[in-house]
């Protein structure tokens, strides 16, 4: 745990809603948003204020979701927008606890629609993809979108502060009328008038867990002609992850010795 150890650590709490048989999953994020603003800064990563909102809003629906879900589950979700033309990437597991996402602003496709589309891993299952179409870009609102079209449950999302976000889905047998009406001021006080009984305490850290020898695959996809031109007279190149945005110093000589051991 040598580099991790410095990390903040973010707890989610989730909950049992008893007679509404609803799960309450809650977190505040400042940990998580203070080591993202940090590996911002490591990487020269600049995003506008619209695209930082909308990227922490991503970063804390899936840690909730995640928090939500099996411990096994691994998830990724890209997000595409129209307007503004930007793609989200966000992604994550529980075992390890590990969360990272990016802002894409070149090469955004047209898709015709904002598009949120979800990838999720369990082992021992056949990975799953689901493509939905989502209306407006409030990321939260969005989410919701995705669970009622592709989950097909009520999910919903709620502030208590900018950090302190709850997130309440159906569960079988959920009372949805309930759920549905929740407002704000009811989820702040939801545990002096439910009985809400604790299931589970969950940690997350900032971490894509990316390194220069995992993005060698990348590189390796280029033909030979695009990497002479990549790598230059120094034979040195940037390369970039495309989970978290991390930029790395490759070297021609160090990628070739793994190409070489790779083939
Ligand atoms: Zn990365």
Not at 51 to 62: E, S, Y
Not at 99 to 128: C, K, L, P, W
Not at 215 to 232: H, T
Request: one cysteine or more; charged letters at 25%.
């Amino acid at each position: 745990m040598s580099e991790d150890s410095n990390a903040s650590v973010l707890e989610v709490r989730t909950y049992f809603v008893r007679g509404r048989n609803a799960l309450v999953a809650r977190a505040d994020f400042e940990p998580l948003y203070i080591d993202y603003y940090l590996h911002r800064a490591d990487h020269g990563l600049q995003y506008t204020n619209e695209q930082d909102a909308m990227l922490k809003d991503a970063l804390a629906g899936l840690t909730l979701h995640l928090a939500s879900r099996p411990q096994d589950e691994n998830c990724g979700w890209t997000m595409n927008f129209q307007k503004p033309a930007i793609n989200l990437f966000v992604t994550g597991n529980t075992r390890p606890g590990q969360i990272a996402g990016r802002v894409f602003t070149e090469d955004v496709r047209d898709m015709g629609a904002n598009i949120f589309s979800a990838q999720t891993t369990r082992i021992g299952h056949t990975a799953q993809q689901s493509l939905v179409q989502v209306e407006g870009n409030q990321i939260l609102p969005c989410v919701e979108q995705y669970y009622q079209q592709s989950e097909q449950r009520l999910a919903r999302f709620f502030r208590n502060t900018e950090e302190d976000i709850v997130m309440i889905s159906s569960q079988p047998d959920c009372d949805e009328a309930w759920l549905a009406a929740l407002t704000e001021e009811d989820v702040r006080t939801i545990d002096q008038k439910e009985t809400l009984s604790l299931l589970e305490t969950r940690r997350y850290i900032w971490k894509c867990g990316c390194t220069v020898e995992r993005l060698y695959p990348i590189l390796a996809k280029l033909s030979p002609e695009a990497l002479k031109e990549a790598f230059g007279d120094d034979e040195v190149m940037t390369v970039q992850c495309p989970r978290c945005g991390a930029r790395y110093r490759a070297a021609k000589e160090q990628f070739e010795a793994w190409q070489a051991k790779a083939s």
